[in-house]
Structures are given as structure tokens and as C-alpha cells.
């Protein structure tokens, strides 16, 4: 019997579930779309949607269960929710942060933060920025905290500098 999650996020898009799915299943490793599911006639005067065009698409990143939704325009995404890539490199983040901000808001992008070309909001960070900031040493993690305040796309080396001194 497969493991059920608790919880897992679901993405409300207009009409862009199955692109985004496919979109973001390209950029991350051991990711795939496990299920497709289509409207029907049922329920066709509250839905509007056409008999046979995708309804949900269940997929996987990096292992953790999503689901985007065709849901119309009722929703849309704000800044106020975001997903977390945890980053050991700076390659590693240079690639999360060119595949996931091309084509997206250019002015959403700051202190590691990016809005993809759907209006998902993600955080580009490396893994050891939650050490840098929570030093016991005031001083240390407030220069930590400036250098990245002003930065768009994070740089590990900048931040390890500034962390130093």
C-alpha cells in the first residue's frame, strides 16, 4: 500500500496545470506527473470546462506530492506563499534560479526570492544561510542579513564574506 501524505500542496491555475506540472518537472530531479484527470459533463454549469480538458495533474518534486488545478480565475497566486529550494552550491542555485525565473516577474526578484512565469513565488537558498543569520554573534549574522538584503539571486561566497567580515 503506497504511503498517503498528510499534506501536500495544491496549486490553483486558470487553465496552466498540466504546462506548469510539465514545466517544473523539467528543472527538478526525481520528479514526474503520476496522474491525470479530466472534467466530464458532471457538474459542467459550475466548472464551464469543456468535456475532456484536464481538470488536476498530480506530479512530484524532488519526491514531495503536488497537485495543480484548473480552477479558473476565482484565485490567483500572491507572494504571501512560496516554496523553499534548499541549495548545497552555488551551481546548484544558479540552476534553480535560471529555470525557475525565466519568463517570470523580474521585479518580484529579491533577497533570493524569484516569481516564476505563473506567478508561484520561490525561495533560491543555500544551505547554510540559516546558520549564517542565527550566529550567536550579533554582528556576524546582521552583516549576513545586509549583504543578502541587497542582493536579487543569492551569491554563497558574498554572503560567506560579509558573514566574516
Same mark, same amino acid.
Not at 541549495?87 to 517570470?104: F, K, N, V
Given at each position: 500500500?503506497?504511503?498517503?501524505?498528510?499534506?501536500?500542496? *495544491?496549486?490553483?491555475?486558470?487553465?496552466? $496545470?498540466?504546462?506548469?506540472?510539465?514545466?517544473?518537472?523539467?528543472?527538478?530531479?526525481?520528479?514526474?506527473?503520476? @496522474?491525470?484527470? @479530466?472534467?466530464?459533463? $458532471?457538474?459542467?454549469?459550475?466548472?464551464? @470546462?469543456?468535456?475532456?480538458?484536464?481538470?488536476?495533474?498530480?506530479?512530484?518534486?524532488?519526491?514531495?506530492?503536488? #497537485?495543480?488545478?484548473?480552477?479558473?480565475?476565482?484565485?490567483?497566486?500572491?507572494?504571501?506563499?512560496?516554496? !523553499? /529550494?534548499?541549495? $548545497? #552550491?552555488?551551481?546548484?542555485?544558479?540552476?534553480?534560479?535560471?529555470?525557475?525565473?525565466?519568463?517570470?516577474?523580474?521585479?518580484? !526578484? @529579491? *533577497?533570493?526570492?524569484?516569481?516564476?512565469?505563473?506567478? /508561484?513565488?520561490? !525561495?533560491?537558498?543555500?544551505?547554510?544561510?540559516?546558520?549564517?543569520?542565527?550566529?550567536?554573534?550579533?554582528?556576524?549574522?546582521?552583516? #549576513?542579513?545586509?549583504?543578502?538584503?541587497?542582493?536579487?539571486?543569492?551569491?554563497?561566497?558574498?554572503?560567506? !564574506?560579509?558573514?566574516?567580515?
Amino acid at each position: 500500500m503506497a504511503h498517503i501524505r498528510k499534506i501536500s500542496p *495544491c496549486l490553483w491555475f486558470v487553465d496552466q $496545470a498540466e504546462e506548469a506540472a510539465r514545466f517544473y518537472t523539467g528543472i527538478f530531479e526525481n520528479s514526474r506527473i503520476t @496522474r491525470l484527470s @479530466r472534467y466530464g459533463e $458532471a457538474g459542467r454549469e459550475i466548472h464551464g @470546462r469543456e468535456p475532456g480538458t484536464v481538470m488536476a495533474v498530480s506530479f512530484e518534486l524532488a519526491g514531495q506530492p503536488f #497537485t495543480a488545478l484548473n480552477g479558473g480565475t476565482l484565485f490567483r497566486f500572491n507572494g504571501a506563499i512560496s516554496f !523553499q /529550494v534548499d541549495c $548545497a #552550491t552555488q551551481d546548484e542555485l544558479d540552476h534553480y534560479w535560471e529555470r525557475l525565473s525565466a519568463g517570470g516577474d523580474e521585479q518580484a !526578484q @529579491r *533577497c533570493g526570492w524569484l516569481q516564476d512565469r505563473y506567478g /508561484v513565488s520561490w !525561495q533560491i537558498l543555500p544551505h547554510l544561510l540559516p546558520d549564517l543569520l542565527g550566529d550567536a554573534d550579533p554582528a556576524r549574522a546582521q552583516r #549576513t542579513l545586509e549583504a543578502m538584503l541587497g542582493m536579487k539571486k543569492l551569491d554563497i561566497e558574498a554572503l560567506k !564574506q560579509a558573514h566574516a567580515g
